[in-house]
């Protein structure tokens, strides 16, 4: 059985080790990432005299708490979906450059979440996070270009859409004028006039969808 004690000098420990991790979580946040995601899990904050995890972030690490939050939402993230990256023992092998901005994993975080972006807009928010590790005001830059395509797309589909209808519409318009013509002087015989009639109902079937 573990003593109060060294249950008392093993999250001292823990403390400091957050410490200096919140103190360089720009070249480190992953390790800052992962004592956050414990701290807030198993409530270690009202170990240390804090009653909202909040307020240990901003008394004690001076981190707002929306910047916690994304600091474990982004660490969640690339355990889950990039084990790879979330592993602390080779952060000290990889150079600070080297590893994505916490911003940036959580904007491919909330991209994933989206069902606005395809799995190839995925795949290039990805590389651009993860392999070139872009800053999170390029991605977002990204991101915009990215739906602003498709918005673009969308309103030359719908442009496309309204004109085929518009042509379609006169078309069957001055097929039932010529069609009443034809048919009051017996101008054409009745097997043409029903290839007429149904070359209309087709007309009428793409106007209606």
């Known amino acids: 059985m573990v003593s109060s004690s060294s249950l008392s000098a093993s999250t ?16 480190s946040w992953v390790e800052l990432g992962q004592f956050l995601f414990s701290i807030y899990k198993d409530k270690l904050f009202k170990n240390w005299g804090y009653i909202t995890f909040e307020t240990y972030c901003n008394k004690e690490l001076s981190l707002k708490l929306t910047t916690a939050s994304k600091l474990i939402k982004s660490y969640e993230f690339l355990e889950r979906e990039e084990p790879r990256f ?11 450059e080297q590893l994505p901005h916490y911003d940036s994993v959580n904007l491919l975080r ?6 606005k972006f395809t799995p190839e ?12 590790a872009r800053e999170p005001q390029a991605v977002r ?5 990215i739906m602003d395509e498709k918005l673009a797309s969308e309103g030359s589909q719908a442009m496309r859409e309204q004109k085929r209808l518009t042509l379609l519409k006169r078309l069957s318009s001055s097929l039932d004028s010529a069609r009443r013509e034809l048919a009051s002087d017996n101008l054409v015989p009745a097997y ?18």
């Open 192 to 209: 043409l006039l029903k290839q007429i009639d149904e070359l209309r109902d087709k007309l009428m079937h793409q106007i209606q969808g």
């Open 110 to 115: 909330l991209a994933k979440q989206s069902e």
């Open 121 to 132: 807009d995925l795949g290039e928010l990805q590389e651009s996070v993860l392999k070139k």
């Open 86 to 96: 979330a592993d602390v023992s080779k952060i000290e092998e990889t150079k600070p």
């Open 141 to 145: 830059a990204q991101m915009k270009r």
């Open 12 to 27: 001292d420990a823990l403390r400091e080790q957050v410490l200096q991790a919140a103190r360089h979580f720009k070249t």
